[in-house]
């Protein structure tokens, strides 16, 4: 099956700098990759998500990268501002699609300091 | 909000009680997921659902017992728990099994067994 590694477990900012966090995966099979947010007492929020058919995306102050090859794929948050502190997970998905959930990895605690 | 509630959202149970948790979503999705969220771990696929038949069973006890009357409405029933089966279970919906489908998160329902 799918294993999906994250790092760092914690990341600390100052505000309007920017931050990135890894994810490598293990099974060459997979194709989807979102990233979601969780603010303290809320469900996991979709950000952003790319498939294995682009290397990057971007959406305003977020962006993804994905290098298949290496089987790695990336978040970057650019000006960062306090509302971006909260937990980041990354996860991954076969293209077959089928029974299985997604893969996540552990979590990123980003915190923006003032 | 996300189109997906959960109740209740907060639970405290002792090991002897039978309780239920409710999930339901508000997209039209034809999937839904019951994952475990505990401290310091990935989240945890327990349940799929695909047009109200169960199509995973992630080796999960059989203290949790999941249902499914209608493609909108899941439930998850609790019985004999745990001290440690205390964590966030979260609920997700897509639009239906194929790889690539974006899930949508509930708030969850935080449980602590006593």
């Known amino acids: 099956g799918e294993n999906v590694e994250q790092h760092p477990s914690t990341l600390s900012v100052q505000e309007g700098d920017s931050a990135v966090i890894k994810c490598t995966y293990s099974?060459?099979?997979?194709?989807?990759f979102p990233w979601y947010k969780q603010e303290l007492g809320k469900g996991p929020q979709l950000i952003i998500d790319i498939r294995s058919n682009v290397g990057e995306k971007k959406d305003q102050r977020i962006a993804v990268t994905l290098n298949k090859t290496a089987k790695h794929f990336s978040l970057h948050i650019t000006e960062t501002q306090p509302e971006d502190s909260a937990v980041y997970f990354c996860a991954a998905r076969d293209s077959g699609g089928g029974a299985d959930g997604l893969t996540f990895g552990k979590g990123t605690h980003l915190i923006i300091q003032p | 909000e996300t189109g997906v509630t959960q109740t209740p959202r907060h639970l405290v149970m002792g090991m002897t009680n039978k309780k239920s948790l409710k999930c339901e979503q508000h997209l039209g999705h034809n999937a839904m997921y019951w994952y475990k969220q505990s401290a310091k771990k990935p989240l945890e696929l327990m349940f799929v659902y695909s047009l109200e038949e169960r199509v995973e069973n992630n080796s999960v006890p059989s203290r949790f017992s999941p249902e499914c009357p209608n493609s909108s409405h899941l439930f998850l029933h609790l019985h004999t728990l745990q001290p440690e089966d205390s964590a966030l279970y979260l609920c997700?919906?897509?639009?239906?099994?194929?790889?690539?489908?974006?899930?949508?998160f509930g708030p969850g329902t935080r449980l602590l067994v006593l």
């Open positions: 997700a919906s897509s639009q239906d099994l194929r790889g690539g489908e974006t899930q949508y």
């Open positions: 099974d060459s099979a997979s194709n989807y």
